[in-house]
């Protein structure tokens, strides 16, 4: 009993000094308990907020086509390789001093006869009711110059207009423009005397 009373008493005593011993670590424990606290449940940082994207010009959508579509068009085929293309012809055949006896009856009887019959046939229908290469020609086929009448050409005209007025204006008139069409050359020209005139069938007497 003695001995219990005695530890009681030395408990006693010491019991100020453990109680010193502890108070610093007890204001460690404190603070370190405020830190954690401050830490934990501080105040919560506010949501950064995304930038707003740029805002672009809206394109308003086309209007819808009313038009049918339109077919696709096939490809085209290729071209077939051709043969080389001749020329075109002329548009009239043309008279050459240079052509064969025979290009010459040919030339006449395709372009001269059927220009020139209906002209003379018109004009005098009884006289040139039978045209043919006779009438420029004669029986013996000469050249027409050699068969056909001379003309004269005096004081800057042909006589014959004086001397046969109505022949000579249906020569001027009619036929030697017929002429020029069915031999496909140039008229006369009196600026260069160049051409067919009544010299191309008629032999012409300067006086």
């Given at each position: 009993m003695s001995r219990s009373v005695a530890e009681s008493g030395l408990l006693a005593a010491a019991r100020p000094r453990y109680l010193w011993l502890m108070r610093p670590t007890r204001y460690s424990m404190i603070a370190s308990l405020l830190l954690a606290l401050s830490a934990c449940g501080g105040a919560t940082p506010e949501a950064a907020t995304p930038p707003t994207p740029p805002t672009t010009a809206t394109t308003p959508a086309p209007a819808p086509s009313t038009e049918a579509p339109k077919a696709a068009e096939?490809?085209?085929?290729?071209?077939?390789?051709?043969?080389?293309?001749?020329?075109?012809?002329p548009a009239h055949d043309i008279w050459s001093d240079d052509l064969s006896k025979e290009g010459k009856v040919a030339f006449m009887k395709k372009n001269v006869m059927p220009e020139m019959g209906p002209i003379f046939k018109g004009y005098d229908a009884k006289r040139?009711?039978?045209?043919?290469?006779?009438?420029?020609?004669?029986?013996?086929?000469?050249?027409?110059?050699?068969?056909?009448?001379?003309?004269?050409?005096?004081d800057g005209k042909i006589t014959a207009f004086a001397e046969k007025p109505q022949l000579a204006k249906f020569m001027a008139e009619q036929v030697l423009p017929h002429m020029v069409t069915?031999?496909?050359?140039?008229?006369?020209?009196?600026?260069?005397?160049?051409g067919f005139g009544c010299n191309g069938c008629h032999t012409v007497k300067m006086k």
């Open positions: 096939s490809p085209a085929a290729p071209e077939a390789s051709a043969a080389p293309v001749a020329p075109p012809a040139y009711g039978e045209f043919g290469c006779k009438t420029c020609h004669g029986p013996k086929f000469k050249d027409p110059k050699e068969f056909l009448p001379a003309l004269t050409f005096k069915a031999l496909g050359v140039k008229p006369m020209d009196p600026v260069t005397h160049t």
